[in-house]
């Protein structure tokens, strides 16, 4: 009997998964294929031979590559591998440069990288915060990211409180060197050598531990004093009371209520209240008359943090550019927690005074447990964890400012470790069931954002995605394609129409025992 064939003159479905076959969908029966290989669909609703592959250079091991834009308006090519990076021209792929670097192969598939001045910010939680510097002429260099210097040899990185809340510090004096520091439970460990903490917003380096509850540390800016103030009567005050002057201003916490005397460690500043005017000692619970005032051994308490990134704490995986702030996220022991930097300083973090302009510290709010994993420069600021999406509102009249982000949750989709890409529709991604989704804008203020599958005809495809990347076009086509790299060296390739809301995909591999090992779109 003859077997029944049916043409097709649109293929725009591409290839789709086994489970579609006995679809009783017709558009789709009437557009899909079963298999195809090392093609591309095309605008006119056909499928044609993918383009060739030519040698740019000779690759003995995989790479992961990225482009480092140039001061000049050029760029090149970094070229991630195994302990090293290959700065290439990406006209012909020569080596310009080769530089060492802290990654191994394994961080180099999920590192994440953005871009600033003559300069690439490179984030792994396996390594310390790496920069990667365009040094002038053929020469570049690797090193640890380092931050703004304060006053007074302060250092303006990020600082968090790691420790329970209730651990108090207790400072053997407010200056000098070797001093004693004694926490009331366990906490130090000897990776704090070396890394600082701040009793009171003033720095003091680790140099010796000699236990858990026990250290020595050089002071780096003289802490604030801490003061005995006899007032007419201590009934208005209580421990962790916040209290102030009344004329002086000056401010500070309640650490203990004596017979008659209020000991104070000072928050603002070094001046003393008054005792010689008719200053009185404010509370929340009230005031009273001040009478003396004396300084004595640095107080015992809670009011200190450490430096968020450091080897004690691990380091932060999750990084990007956004507006002129520099966003980090991913901390290991603060998982929920994004820093932005100073507006237009993206090397100071110092807090301040909380002004539209300062550095801040903020939490994601609803899930203190979520891994944050991707930080993401779109329309707006994107954040993918491993348990959902967000994103922060802004715009031009209201951009992100201390004190006024909001994190808005998208979908409760996971990002995988993979990196996201950004394109014309929005933000690609996988999640943990290796799915190609797409966060798109709504043009909606209420909902601003709204999550789409991209492979769900041809899931079948994406066996362990480990890269991704977007073509405006290829050669002389004009349509638009992403591509996902597979663990296995092959590559899922979707081709879509702008304003198009169907994909086409079409797996591509190489001949014989060849593989694609990175991919990188210029």
Known sequence: ????????????????????????????????????????????????????????????????????????????????????????????????????????????????????????????????????????????????????????????????????????????????????????????????????????????????????????????????????????????????????????????????????????????????????????????????????????????TVLWDEQMISDARGYPGAVCKHRNRKFIGGFPDAPSAIVMSAAGFPDDYDLGDGDVADASIELLGDNENAQIRHIVSAEQLIIGTDRACYYVPESEQAPIVPGGVEFKKISPDSMSEVPPLVVPEGVVFTDNADRLLILSPTGNVRASWVVGELSNLSDHLLTDPVELAYLPGLGTRRERFLLVRNDDGTIVVFSYRRNSDQLGAALWSVYGDGRFGYICAV
């Open 1 to 300: 009997m003859r077997r029944r064939r049916e043409f097709k003159n649109q293929l725009l479905a591409g290839e789709v998964s086994p489970d579609y076959y006995e679809a009783s969908n017709d558009e789709l029966a009437a557009t899909a294929l079963k298999q195809q290989r090392n093609a591309i669909g095309i605008n006119a609703g056909g499928s044609v031979r993918r383009p060739g592959t030519y040698m740019i250079s000779d690759i003995t091991v995989d790479k992961r590559f990225e482009q480092l834009d140039l001061d000049t308006g050029g760029y090149v090519i970094a070229a991630f591998y195994d302990g090293y990076v290959d700065i290439l021209d990406p006209d012909d792929g020569s080596v310009i440069d080769t530089v060492a670097g802290p990654w191994s192969t394994s961080s180099v598939k999920t590192m994440q990288v953005a871009n600033g001045e003559n300069l690439m910010w490179i984030y792994s939680n396996d390594f310390h915060p790496q920069v990667l510097r365009h040094d002038g002429g053929g020469s570049y260099s690797v090193g640890d990211e380092t931050f703004s210097g304060g006053t007074g040899g302060s250092i303006s990185q990020p600082y968090y409180r790691y420790a329970a809340r209730g651990i108090s510090l207790t400072p053997g004096a407010t200056s000098g060197t070797g001093i004693s520091l004694v926490f009331s439970e366990d906490f130090l460990t000897d990776d704090h050598i070396g890394t600082r903490i701040r009793y009171v917003d003033n720095e003091i380096e680790v140099k010796t531990v000699t236990d858990a509850q026990n250290g020595t540390g050089d002071v780096i800016s003289a802490l604030y004093p801490t003061l005995r103030v006899t007032v007419a009567s201590v009934a208005p005050f209580k421990v962790d009371h916040r209290v102030n002057g009344t004329i002086t201003g000056v401010s500070g916490v309640v650490i203990a209520v004596g017979a008659g005397t209020v000991d104070v460690v000072l928050i603002s500043g070094y001046s003393h209240f008054d005792a010689t005017s008719p200053e009185k000692l404010r509370s929340p619970n009230g005031e009273s008359a001040i009478s003396a005032v004396t300084t004595i051994s640095p107080g015992e």
